[in-house]
């Protein structure tokens, strides 16, 4: 036979596969199932994934990697069919929760911050830097009291035991301690002992003589009350974020807003680099050399986050390193039998690097670090029974104060041959139009006045700067992003300059809306994109929990070839030309309301043969009635004769006069007349600009030739059903969702960036009949519910069963004009389409040009 059956299974005995790296399974009827599938977990040889055993009664099974388990009734598999995904190539992605204590502490915080500021009506920039900083020797004594830096309890009991209750000597008494706990034992004289037993802390924190605030009783209360707090159980990574919002008042509504929660740092630094750490480290299991390896490669790691605000992203990093070292440990302490001696950490804080603009914000960063740093030695004490020393407080990173922007990058994070370096971090967004001046100098600087870059988000800066800081070494970078970098214009603009040198998308996580325990959630959409040099490894897009492998990543975070979808001013395809509709620039004078209409045309029948019905996207989506005063030149003396017409023929000219651009001034010479005039008086389809995120399809619909399109919509005039058919199917809806830009979140469809580009194969007469009729079908379930508007009729919740079976139609039929095999998601969709756009441009390349446009529509006037 031309094939043969091979058999995989490596047990021999009956009832149980053993298939290498995937699957252990067992039936069992005799002995209890939880009992048998511990045993076999413990055991088993081959790294089978999954560990399932059961009665076909009750199924049991265990993921070896995440230790997952599932305990269910055979019955019910179907519904937990997500726990065996790694199976079809599916991770799941999983994450820690946010820890409440640091929504707590920061409320804390920011309720002693008000009763300070109650107590000191000072507002200059100098009090305010002095007393952030005095906050920050706080926050440092309140955790040194609960972790053991200091004893027990010594901060709060110095200042119950030795202080006023008015709180008249508190700021002297804290001035003393502060300057006891910068100077060494060894220098200190005459002091008494309950001052003399606080450590020598280092590092910086107290260097500087700034004078504590004035106190009251309610404030040195609050202090008090401060100190009760546990704050050992605060994560330092978030609290030093949230810290920050607590001395700006108005940025406070959420102190959630002001930082990236634990669950999104780990989005970005397991695919960056900790899943690929953790994979050496179970490949070197019992191997000594290997773990060994793998200790020197964690302890010459370089971190670098060039936007690091307080410290969040260069904290979790330093702290999931010094967790993976520990395993490290107890895996050589295990495959030794215990002969090497009990280990130090070699994880420092020196090899970690920020850039931060704000200095109090770098000042907390290095707080923060000193503070996670001292949480992990505690750890490694409970594991090893010995751990460095947290005090005298040591180098805490290298964070410069300054301008990412301007800064060399390699002068901060000194890059030299054979480093392994990952830059990563959360920048500052802002979208084009939300830049100041200074912002703009900086888009300029770095993309060295690139043309088009005044259509690029802020936070290009960084992917570019990125970009140039990893080529041509052992490097990546990931940062969290607003997804319109790879949405609209932006990509052709902004990604040419950043897959240069074989650099590709190593991961991505497509838009999600974070959200975090703090009041009043944060709901950003963002996107996570990883780069590096180019390797043989998968790319990963993560989505919705789930991890897939694919081949390439490209800037529109899909699988496909790095297209780059540039506006176009005619269609690629054999479509018509689609234009924007006509622009009243009338101050609203030529426009009417039903109630204007009918008020005119009653008490002047002659007027309505100068009223046409008008309708851009809002009259289209939510059946709103409106119309518009047309007339033509040749009917401009009977018009006139109608004093309502007149008047507002007169209203317009005025606002036209008075405009400040010399174009429209000189549109006052014809005030009875559109601004822009692109109407024709055929048959048309209107495309609304902008449409609703969460409808499957954009509602378009067919129009009469007695209706004017408006300039919030697009219209196809001479339009035939077919080309409805194929703009309303699913694989155009799909291209729209990828390459279209935002509103907002809502779709913001462009002639020239969607329509345009998309790709769309000729077609045989018989198709276009098969699409004509699927387009009527349609046409035909809308008629059914004349009481819906579209916006109801496309509620994907409310739509009805009818319209949403026309549509599936209609999609089969577009779909069989690319290819007669289904597509089976709309990933697959997506990878045929640009596929089929980079064969079309080609092709047009080479000819010059692929189809013959369609006559263009009148431009303005």
């Known amino acids: 036979p031309f094939y043969e059956i091979v058999n995989l299974n490596l047990s021999k005995v009956e009832g149980e596969i053993s298939w290498k790296k995937k699957l252990f399974f067992r039936e069992e009827y005799k002995e209890d199932l939880h009992v048998t599938i511990s045993e076999i977990a413990k055991g088993i040889k081959h790294n089978e994934r999954f560990v399932i055993v059961t009665d076909y009664t009750t199924i049991l099974a265990i993921d070896t990697k995440t230790n997952d388990k599932l305990d269910i009734d055979l019955k019910d598999l179907p519904k937990h069919f997500d726990f065996f995904l790694p199976w079809a190539g599916m991770e799941k992605n999983q994450h820690i929760d946010e820890n409440p204590a640091d929504v707590r502490a920061a409320e804390k915080m920011a309720k002693l911050f008000d009763t300070i500021k109650k107590d000191n009506p000072d507002d200059s920039p100098e009090f305010i830097h002095g007393l952030n900083v005095f906050l920050s020797r706080l926050l440092f004594c309140f955790f040194a009291e609960d972790t053991h830096i200091f004893q027990d309890s010594q901060f709060t009991n110095y200042i119950d035991s030795h202080t006023q209750t008015d709180g008249s000597d508190l700021n002297t008494y804290l001035d003393t301690l502060f300057t006891v706990l910068n100077t060494p034992e060894k220098e200190r004289k005459n002091l008494p002992e309950y001052l003399n037993t606080f450590p020598y802390v280092n590092g910086g924190l107290f260097i500087n003589k700034l004078q504590a605030p004035k106190f009251s009783r309610s ?123 009990a280990p130090f950490s070699n994880v420092h804080l020196s090899q970690f690097y920020g850039i931060e ?99 690029l988000d802020y936070i290009s800066c960084w992917f570019k700067k990125g970009s140039d800081f990893i080529i041509n070494s052992n490097s990546k970078y990931a940062f969290v992003t607003t997804n319109s970098i790879s949405q609209g214009e932006q990509v052709s603009l902004l990604w040419p300059n950043l897959l240069v040198n074989n650099l590709q998308i190593c991961f991505a996580h497509q838009s999600f809306k974070w959200t975090n325990n703090a009041k009043g959630n944060a709901g950003v959409t963002v996107a996570i994109i990883g780069i590096g040099n180019n390797s043989p490894n998968d790319r990963i897009i993560f ?51 039903q109630a204007e209409k009918d008020s005119i045309v009653n008490s002047n029948p002659k007027a309505e043969k100068f009223i046409k019905k008008l ?149 045989s007469t018989q198709r276009k009949n098969e699409i004509t009729q699927a387009v009527f079908r349609i046409l035909e379930e809308r008629e059914k519910h004349p009481e819906k508007t579209l916006a109801q009729l496309y509620d994907p919740d409310k739509m009805p069963d009818g319209l949403r079976e026309a549509h ?54």
């Open 219 to 341: 404030s040195r209360a609050a202090i008090l009350n401060s100190g009760d707090q546990d704050w050992s159980a605060i994560n330092p990574d978030i609290f030093g974020s949230m810290f920050q919002a607590v001395i700006s008042v108005d940025q406070r509504g959420s102190l959630g807003q002001h930082y990236t929660s634990v669950p999104n740092i780990m989005k970005v630094i397991e695919p960056l680099f900790l899943n690929e750490l953790y994979e050496e480290f179970e490949n070197a299991n019992g191997n000594q050399k290997k773990l060994n390896t793998l200790l020197n490669r964690i302890h010459k790691l370089k971190i670098f986050d060039p936007a690091c605000g307080s410290g969040n992203f260069l904290i979790i990093a330093y702290k999931e390193l010094r967790i993976l070292e520990m395993k490290i440990f107890k895996e050589l302490e295990k495959s030794s039998y215990g002969q090497i001696s």
């Open 357 to 455: 603009i704000d200095d109090f914000a770098g000042e907390i960063a290095k707080l923060a670090l000193w503070l996670a740093e001292h949480q992990m030695n505690v750890e490694f004490f409970k594991e090893f029974g010995r751990t460095n020393p947290t005090l005298p407080l040591k180098e805490a990173g290298k964070i410069v104060q300054g301008n990412a922007t301007r800064l060399d990058w390699e002068v901060v994070c000194p890059k030299k041959e054979g480093d392994e370096i990952y830059v990563l971090g959360n920048p500052p967004y802002l979208g084009a139009r939300m830049q100041n001046s200074e912002q703009k100098s900086d888009m300029k600087f770095v993309f060295n006045n690139l043309k088009g870059l005044n259509n």
């Open 543 to 593: 989505n919705d929990g789930l991890a897939y492998s694919v081949r390439n990543i490209n800037p529109y975070l899909v699988s496909g070839s790095n297209s780059f979808i540039k506006k176009r001013n005619a269609p690629l395809s054999l479509l018509p030309e689609m234009c924007f509709g006509s622009m009243a620039n009338d101050g609203g004078n030529l426009l009417l309301s």
């Open 615 to 763: 309708i851009g996207s809002l009259e289209l989506i939510r059946g709103i009635n409106k119309y518009c005063i047309w007339i033509e030149d040749k009917e401009l003396k009977n018009a006139i004769q109608i004093d309502e017409i007149k008047q507002r023929i007169n209203s317009t000219k005025k606002v036209r006069l008075n405009s400040k651009r010399e174009a429209t001034q000189k549109l006052a010479d014809e005030p009875y007349k559109f601004g822009e005039i692109r109407y024709q008086k055929t048959n048309s389809i209107i495309v609304p600009r902008v449409s609703s995120e969460r409808r499957n399809y954009i509602p378009l619909d067919f129009l009469e030739k007695d209706t004017v399109i408006s300039d919030s919509a697009l219209a196809i005039y001479n339009a035939k059903a077919h080309h409805l058919g194929i703009i309303t199917s699913r694989m155009h809806m799909t291209w729209m969702r990828t390459v279209a830009g935002r509103l907002e979140e809502r779709y913001r469809y462009s002639s020239t960036l969607v329509y345009n580009t998309f790709p769309f194969p000729p077609i």
């Open 808 to 861: 599936r139609q209609n999609d089969e039929i577009i779909e069989k004009c690319y290819r007669s095999t289904p597509f089976k998601s709309d990933e697959e969709r997506l990878e045929y389409l640009f596929k089929l756009y980079e064969q079309m441009i080609a092709e047009e390349k080479k000819q010059g040009t692929l189809f013959t446009k369609e006559k263009k529509t009148k431009k303005k006037r």
